[in-house]
Nanobody, 126 residues
Framework: QVQLVESGGGSVQAGGSLRLSCSTS????????MGWFRQAPGQEREGVAA????????LYTDSVKGRFTISQDYAKNAVYLQMNSLKPEDTAMYYC???????????????????WGQGTQVTVSS
């Protein structure tokens, strides 16, 4: 019943920035955990960033720490991914995801999320 729609993807030069948005709808009690994943051709889906809706606690994969920031707008039921200092290896389809996670996790895993958006393409050129 949770629905997610991503926007904000596009093409950018290396070193540039993009801000991805994920609008959500449906019962808020069905999820307490929001995340961003990415998947490049021929590769597994990778967890990029995640946040707990209740306390704002965040988690990032090592390759984006210091460059990406996940945030939420509770009034708009939206989650964002600010991506700075983009690199060609950041090129991928980016997906917003929602789930329920009662544990303090060390990794952002697809199995912790039950609902997914359609994805938005991010292409970084050198």
């Amino acid at each position: 019943q949770v629905q997610l729609v991503e926007s904000g993807g596009g093409s950018v030069q290396a070193g540039g920035s993009l801000r991805l948005s994920c609008s959500t709808s449906g019962p808020t009690y069905t999820r307490n955990y929001m995340g961003w994943f990415r998947q490049a051709p021929g590769q597994e889906r990778e967890g990029v960033a995640a946040t707990y809706t209740g306390n704002g606690r965040t988690l990032y994969t090592d390759s984006v720490k210091g460059r990406f920031t996940i945030s939420q707008d509770y009034a708009k039921n939206a989650v964002y991914l600010q991506m700075n200092s983009l690199k060609p290896e950041d090129t991928a389809m980016y997906y917003c995801a929602a789930g329920w996670n009662t544990q303090w996790v060390l990794s952002i895993l697809p199995g912790d999320f039950s609902d997914w958006g359609q994805g938005t393409q991010v292409t970084v050129s050198s």
